[in-house]
């Protein structure tokens, strides 16, 4: 169906006050910039920043909620024969290689982790989200492996699948603020992906592996 003319506007004025916000942010540090100030710059009243964005937190993390389910995504989307953690390693290194936004490789990232290093809501903020994706995770292993309720396997797994994805990104995230380009951290992550394979165990390696036909 396609974008009607209000959620269009809905969308482009959300899009508008998180480009103003983000801007204000990285200009001038996350605690700095307050929701009446990001309000004046976007020409908008406070209450319409409320309505789109609850806390100032939501303005920088903004696409928090698609975070929350990219584990889960990889997972309910592994191929023929593929187990949950061919499927995460997979998707990572397709990401990593093609020196993707999605996992931090590109110019400018690391002012947002700046930001968010200078600010204590951040980071906390931050932590609640990586919970949501953890959380999310085990519930989709738990799904798609057929798990009985008590079974701790989906839970141990998961948490490896999470580390897994957190150490890339954590990697990542000091190579760039080292100063270096996006291209040249793309290829050590590579080895580091492979790095970490070699540390996982079979049984993590092929859990929730999907029938071949």
């Given at each position: 169906m396609a974008e009607g003319l209000r959620e269009r506007k809905k969308r482009q004025t959300r899009q508008h006050l998180s480009d103003v916000a983000t801007?204000?942010?990285?200009?001038?540090?996350?605690?700095?910039?307050?929701?009446?100030?990001?309000?004046?710059?976007a020409d908008v009243s406070v209450n319409t920043v409320y309505n789109y964005f609850p806390t100032k937190e939501d303005l920088f993390l903004d696409r928090g909620r698609g975070i929350v389910d990219r584990l889960s995504r990889y997972v309910r989307g592994r191929d023929r024969g593929e187990s949950a953690a061919d499927a995460v390693l997979r998707e990572l290194r397709i990401q990593v290689e093609g020196v993707s936004p999605t996992?931090?490789?590109?110019?400018?990232?690391?002012r947002f982790l700046r930001v968010i290093e200078g600010a204590d809501g951040l980071k906390a903020r931050l932590w609640h989200i990586q919970q949501e994706v953890l959380q999310h995770l085990e519930s989709t292993l738990q799904e798609e492996s057929g798990a009985e309720p008590?079974?701790?396997?989906?839970?141990?797994?998961?948490?490896?699948?999470h580390w897994v994805h957190s150490t890339l990104m954590a990697y990542?995230?000091?190579?760039?603020?080292?100063?270096?380009?996006?291209?040249?951290?793309s290829r050590d992550a590579l080895v580091l992906l492979d790095d970490i394979e070699e540390l996982l165990g079979e049984k993590v390696l092929n859990y929730a592996r999907r029938a071949a036909e």
């Open positions: 801007g204000l942010f990285l200009e001038r540090g996350f605690d700095a910039v307050t929701i009446a100030e990001i309000a004046r710059v996992v931090g490789l590109m110019e400018g990232y690391e008590g079974d701790p396997t989906p839970v141990l797994v998961a948490g490896q699948l990542i995230g000091r190579e760039m603020v080292a100063g270096r380009r996006a291209g040249e951290v």
